[in-house]
């Protein structure tokens, strides 16, 4: 294990505020990120500033990969090869930190709506804590060799970037990792700290929509109609039984109705309902079977009402969908030392799997599949963290308008975390008889499902990734 000495590059000068003949400080640039905030598949300036961050080290980079996304490459002689990624995408979300630096951006979305704009979700972190990285690891070539791949991914929050920068040819195009590295900053653990979940570790996740037909009438003669309303009702609730009753109680699954809308007036039966759901599993099966089952139970109950067949609701499943995110067993035992060594051993815990979804998932799941890690960084300021358990209440969670991480111990973490792990993983390749196996066939995933399911021994509240 390489012995991680980050004070060779004053990592405290990096997070405190440069001089006038050096590179702005981290804290510079956290906080012009923060303040100038994009959304998904529009992150150009966001882009623009990460490249010359890389470019001034000396990377290789390469801009608009799979939209706004960019690939900075640095070959240091023979050896692995570690990919690194940050996200760079924000929320429509009118922020209420109260901060100096806080977003008070504006835009027009994809739909033509003028919305707020905010890094609610920490990707300002994520970028902040890639470039000290990348700095880092810079100062250190001495310590190691290979090749870093560093790529900052649009469209996370939409779960839909990654794969577009893998269409665009990322493993082709560049250099094919051999790990494939990312954290998360976690609403639920105080900054400074590190979380960890081998195996599954967030979930797939999936939009479906159903457009319930009826035959709309008067609310006074409703023997006259057929009630997509309570038909709609009727399939909500039976939707209750897929968790319950299909999959094994053993397997994590979620499906929720997250929005119904239909009708006009009081008196009167519309001909048509519209639901929103979001369906999440670890496994590939499960999914499947909560897809097949909103399906069956649609038409099912359609059939029940009466419904001719044309007039059966239609489902549908959105594009843009996340994998489940497997996080490498062998991959995490290799690195849990190493970040205990660089943050303390107190500083690092396993944590639950969780529900959210995190497109990460995708680097790792191509043929063959490569391993990979994404770890939470806790980002709570450690007296607010106190305070909160003290009393009870729950702490903003990421998407929150609230959210507002402790950035220069996050950060700080941050930087010495990955740094850590890429030099640990640009030492030296594993012999051929350790290859590290990467995501688990078919057959293993129900096991592994379940097994991720079981508590681990610092449970934490759901932090919600992407989506």
């Not at 990460?50 to 050896?79: C, D, I, P, S, Y």
């Not at 797939?204 to 929509?209: C, E, G, K, Q």
């Not at 391993?371 to 980002?379: D, E, Q």
Request: with cysteine; glycine share 8%.
């Amino acid at each position: 294990m390489q012995q991680l000495v980050l004070t060779l590059i004053g990592l405290t000068t990096l997070i405190s505020a440069a001089t006038a003949n050096e590179p702005r400080s981290l804290m510079d640039l956290y906080q012009h990120l923060h303040s100038h905030p994009e959304l998904s598949f529009h992150e150009e300036e966001t882009a623009a500033t990460l490249a010359a961050e890389l470019e001034r080290l000396g990377f290789e980079v390469t801009t608009g990969v799979g939209g706004h996304g960019l690939v900075g490459v640095l070959k240091n002689g023979e050896g692995p090869t570690v990919l690194l990624r940050a996200d760079m995408d924000a929320l429509p979300v009118r922020e209420q930190t109260g901060k100096r630096y806080a977003s008070t951006v504006t835009t027009t979305d994809d739909a033509g709506n003028t919305v707020p704009v905010m890094h609610a979700c920490g990707h300002d972190v994520h970028m902040t804590s890639w470039v000290g990285t990348a700095r880092a690891l810079v100062e250190q070539k001495a310590q190691w060799a290979g090749t870093l791949v560093m790529i900052g991914q649009p469209a996370e929050e939409r779960g839909a970037g990654a794969r577009a920068m893998l269409a665009d040819g990322l493993f082709e195009r560049f250099p094919r990792p051999d790990f494939n590295l990312a954290m998360h900053v976690s609403a639920n653990l105080p900054a400074g700290t590190l979380g960890y979940t081998p195996g599954y570790a967030l979930a797939s996740v999936d939009s479906v929509d159903i457009a319930v037909h009826g035959v709309g009438g008067h609310g006074a003669y409703p023997h006259t109609t057929k009630d997509p309303i309570v038909l709609a009702a009727q399939i909500v609730t039976s939707l209750q039984t897929l968790v319950s009753r299909v999959i094994p109680p053993v397997e994590p699954g979620v499906v929720t109705v997250g929005s119904i809308h239909g009708g006009t007036k009081h008196n009167i039966i519309p001909d048509r309902v519209d639901l929103q759901i979001t369906v999440r599993a670890y496994s590939q099966a499960t999914r499947d079977a909560l897809i097949d089952g909103i399906r069956q139970i649609a038409q099912g109950q359609a059939q029940a009402a009466g419904l001719p067949e044309d007039k059966w609701p239609e489902v549908s499943v959105q594009d843009e969908h996340t994998r489940s995110t497997y996080n490498n067993p062998e991959l995490v035992d290799r690195l849990v030392p190493v970040f205990e060594s660089a943050l303390g051993e107190a500083q690092v815990q396993a944590v639950d799997a969780v529900m959210g979804g995190e497109d990460f998932s995708e680097y790792g799941l191509t043929d063959p599949k490569i391993p990979s890690l994404i770890y939470w960084l806790g980002a709570v300021d450690p007296r607010t963290y106190q305070a909160f358990q003290s009393s009870g209440e729950s702490l903003p969670s990421l998407h929150s308008p609230f959210f507002a991480p402790d950035a220069p111990q996050t950060i700080e973490a941050g930087v010495k975390a990955m740094t850590a792990a890429a030099l640990e993983l640009l030492d030296e390749p594993p012999a051929p008889d350790d290859t590290i196996a990467a995501q688990p066939d078919a057959d293993e995933a129900e096991t592994l499902a379940a097994e991720s399911a079981a508590p681990s021994p610092a449970p934490a509240e759901e932090t919600a990734a992407a989506q």
